[in-house]
């Protein structure tokens, strides 16, 4: 409060700190009769400049363009200037920050404590011209949690690697654990596409098991997500009568709720399959029997249990489904029962992929 005063009193003009008695009458005027004695004027002498303040800390910023030092600096020193210094005149603790991926990631060296703290902050919420101060109050958490702790163990008795006096970040180590940080929270991102390919296994009941393969892609948000899977399937059915050849090609779209969002992942969804199919029958016997084809589309609703779990950036995934195809191709075999790709099925898939 008291620098506030000087600062306004030097801002005063001098002639608002003149006293009466220090009016000179005009020439040709005499002095006013309740004076006892003229007072000589003396030459205003120049106001010395106040020395600036030392700042409170030593900030670097990187890639930070909507962010302004001056202001952070400023914003940071009233905030420290009502809790005083556990050591006073030590220097002042150097504070690193660097813009990345929409993230702020702030580390500050105390030299007082002789600890590094780290921590990243999302500035995305708040209004451009505030983010200033959202990391100006940061950075003085971080110190004031430094500072706590010489309050309750003033003297460790493990005392730190480093004895001498802090440094930047950036300039001792080049980025280096800042970016790695940077990298580690990259790691862990709300929204990943995957790319996987997959085996993949399907049965109609009371007909033969078909196999085959496909790709899946996918997105995940915080809980909710999707899938996109395009996958062909082949089969064979033995009769009396002869052979018949199940080719099929699907694709299915399914909207994911996202039961478990950490590692592993477990997805629950709904969606929609549909393709076309391909059934063609080989008499055994083409004296006795006539051989045929039919070929058409087949869909329906289905429904989709997944589990994952990523490897660094490849990731595995188990998949079950199942549906109804009210929309199916099916073929009769004389003497035998029918063939078909329709009504309920259950399929099970196995992928491999990449997240992206």
Same mark, same amino acid.
């Given at each position: 409060?008291?620098r506030r005063?000087?600062v306004?009193?030097?801002?005063?003009?001098?002639?608002?700190?003149?006293? *009466?008695?220090?009016? =000179?009458?005009a020439?040709g005027? $005499?002095s006013?009769?309740?004076a006892?004695?003229?007072?000589?004027?003396?030459p205003a002498?120049?106001? /010395?400049?106040?020395?600036?303040?030392?700042s409170a800390?030593?900030?670097?910023?990187?890639?930070?363009?909507?962010?302004d030092?001056?202001?952070?600096e400023?914003?940071?020193?009233? @905030?420290l $200037? +009502?809790?005083p210094? *556990?050591?006073p005149g030590a220097?002042?603790?150097?504070? $690193?920050?660097i813009?990345?991926?929409?993230?702020v990631? #702030? @580390?500050v060296?105390?030299?007082?404590?002789?600890?590094?703290l780290?921590?990243? #902050?999302?500035?995305?919420?708040s209004?451009?011209?505030?983010r200033?101060?959202?990391l100006?109050l940061?950075?003085? +958490?971080?110190?004031?949690?430094s500072?706590?702790e010489l309050?309750?163990?003033p003297?460790?008795?493990?005392p730190?690697?480093?004895?001498?006096?802090?440094?930047?970040v950036?300039?001792? &180590?080049?980025?280096s654990?800042?970016?790695?940080?940077?990298?580690?929270l990259?790691?862990r991102? =709300?929204?990943?596409f995957?790319?996987?390919?997959?085996?993949a296994? @399907? =049965?109609?009941?009371g007909?033969?098991?078909r196999?085959g393969?496909?790709?899946?892609?996918?997105?995940d948000?915080r809980?909710?997500?999707?899938?996109?899977?395009?996958?062909?399937?082949?089969g064979?059915?033995? +009769?009396?009568?002869?052979?018949? /050849?199940?080719?099929?090609?699907?694709a299915?779209?399914?909207?994911?709720?996202?039961?478990l *969002? @950490? /590692? *592993?992942t477990l997805?629950?969804?709904?969606?929609?399959?549909?393709?076309?199919?391909?059934?063609?029958?080989?008499?055994?016997?083409?004296?006795?029997?006539?051989?045929?084809?039919?070929t058409?589309?087949?869909?329906?609703?289905?429904?989709v249990l997944s589990?994952?779990?990523?490897?660094?950036?490849?990731i595995? +995934?188990?998949?079950? &489904?199942?549906?109804?195809?009210?929309?199916?191709?099916?073929?009769?075999?004389d003497?035998?029962?029918?063939?078909?790709?329709?009504?309920?099925?259950?399929?099970?898939?196995?992928?491999?992929?990449?997240?992206?």
């Amino acid at each position: 409060m008291i620098r506030r005063v000087v600062v306004l009193l030097a801002l005063l003009p001098a002639t608002a700190l003149a006293t *009466p008695s220090s009016v =000179v009458p005009a020439p040709g005027t $005499s002095s006013p009769t309740s004076a006892t004695s003229a007072i000589p004027a003396t030459p205003a002498t120049p106001a /010395t400049p106040a020395t600036p303040a030392a700042s409170a800390i030593r900030l670097r910023l990187d890639d930070c363009p909507d962010l302004d030092a001056a202001t952070i600096e400023a914003l940071v020193g009233l @905030e420290l $200037s +009502e809790t005083p210094a *556990p050591a006073p005149g030590a220097p002042a603790p150097a504070v $690193s920050a660097i813009c990345a991926d929409g993230l702020v990631v #702030i @580390e500050v060296d105390d030299p007082i404590t002789h600890k590094s703290l780290s921590r990243a #902050i999302d500035p995305s919420a708040s209004p451009a011209a505030a983010r200033s101060r959202l990391l100006a109050l940061a950075i003085v +958490e971080l110190i004031h949690a430094s500072w706590t702790e010489l309050t309750f163990n003033p003297e460790p008795q493990v005392p730190a690697a480093s004895t001498g006096t802090a440094t930047p970040v950036i300039a001792r &180590s080049g980025r280096s654990s800042l970016a790695a940080m940077v990298r580690a929270l990259r790691v862990r991102p =709300v929204r990943r596409f995957r790319l996987l390919g997959m085996g993949a296994s @399907e =049965v109609f009941p009371g007909d033969v098991t078909r196999f085959g393969g496909g790709l899946r892609i996918g997105w995940d948000g915080r809980r909710l997500g999707w899938s996109l899977d395009v996958v062909m399937h082949h089969g064979d059915r033995d +009769e009396s009568a002869g052979n018949v /050849t199940i080719d099929s090609v699907s694709a299915d779209v399914a909207a994911f709720y996202r039961v478990l *969002p @950490e /590692t *592993p992942t477990l997805r629950v969804g709904l969606g929609l399959r549909g393709g076309v199919a391909q059934l063609v029958g080989t008499p055994a016997m083409p004296f006795d029997f006539r051989g045929g084809q039919v070929t058409g589309p087949f869909a329906g609703p289905l429904g989709v249990l997944s589990l994952s779990a990523p490897v660094g950036r490849v990731i595995i +995934e188990a998949t079950m &489904s199942g549906g109804w195809l009210p929309v199916s191709v099916r073929a009769q075999v004389d003497g035998g029962s029918d063939t078909r790709v329709g009504g309920g099925w259950l399929g099970l898939r196995l992928g491999v992929g990449v997240l992206l």
